[in-house]
């Protein structure tokens, strides 16, 4: 199974570029999640969705948006990119609230 | 609001000891979960161990066991005999059933031969 797979792997984008991580999983899970992490840090979650059409902020979320339009995906909108958006990012699915989180591979993205 | 604390940046452990990471939370639910994460230098999250807040025993996972205290609010995580490839980054998360699992600042373990 490829349980959660992120694209790309790498990004450099311009500042004031749009763009937007790929997510997806094979697991059936409800639960998705996005999260950054900034070096040396901890991970900090940006949005999430407890199911299709249901979608929530959490501790960073501004120049993020997300949808959730089917179970597999959860996609993540860059609306307009800045340099202290240059972080990897990492997409998780869990199939409850209490069940572990399996994660992608991350995302790193470089705002010039 | 949650919040996870890891209040020790760094920890040295020689080969075949124990070590002891810490970890406390606070949250005003009665059901949630308390989650720990190996990141090795590769970068993947690595799933370690998971403690119900109802559970009554510490949950045990092969070397990784986890001291979970209530009314401390405390889940720390043990590592039995450790090995050279525990050298990582450990994080430990909570979520409940408001929210989405939130993590703390995370440990660096080094494994000295």
């Known amino acids: 199974n490829a349980g959660v797979t992120q694209t790309p792997k790498f990004q450099v984008l311009k500042t004031g570029q749009s763009m937007t991580l790929q997510c997806a999983q094979d697991?059936?899970?409800?639960?998705m999640s996005w999260y950054r992490q900034d070096p040396g840090m901890g991970l900090r979650l940006i949005h999430y969705s407890v199911g299709a059409g249901i979608t929530d902020q959490g501790e960073v979320p501004n120049g993020y948006n997300v949808s959730r339009s089917t179970t597999e995906d959860f996609p993540l909108r860059l609306l307009s990119a800045a340099p202290s958006q240059t972080s990897v990012y990492f997409c998780a699915a869990s199939g409850d609230w209490d069940t572990e989180a399996f994660f992608g591979q991350g995302t790193r993205l470089t705002v010039v | 609001a949650q919040k996870i604390t890891q209040t020790q940046p760094g920890m040295f452990v020689q080969e075949k000891e124990a070590v002891t990471l810490d970890c406390t939370y606070d949250t005003s639910d009665q059901s949630y979960g308390l989650f720990w994460y190996k990141q090795p230098s590769s970068g993947e999250m690595i799933f370690l161990i998971y403690q119900g807040s109802y559970d009554e025993q510490n949950a045990t996972e092969g070397r990784y066991s986890l001291n979970f205290q209530k009314a401390r609010k405390s889940a720390n995580l043990v590592i039995s005999a450790s090995q050279l490839g525990d050298s990582a980054m450990y994080f430990c998360a909570m979520r409940d059933n408001n929210n989405d699992m939130r993590f703390g600042a995370g440990t660096r373990l080094t494994v000295k031969p």
């Open positions: 697991m059936n899970h409800e639960y």
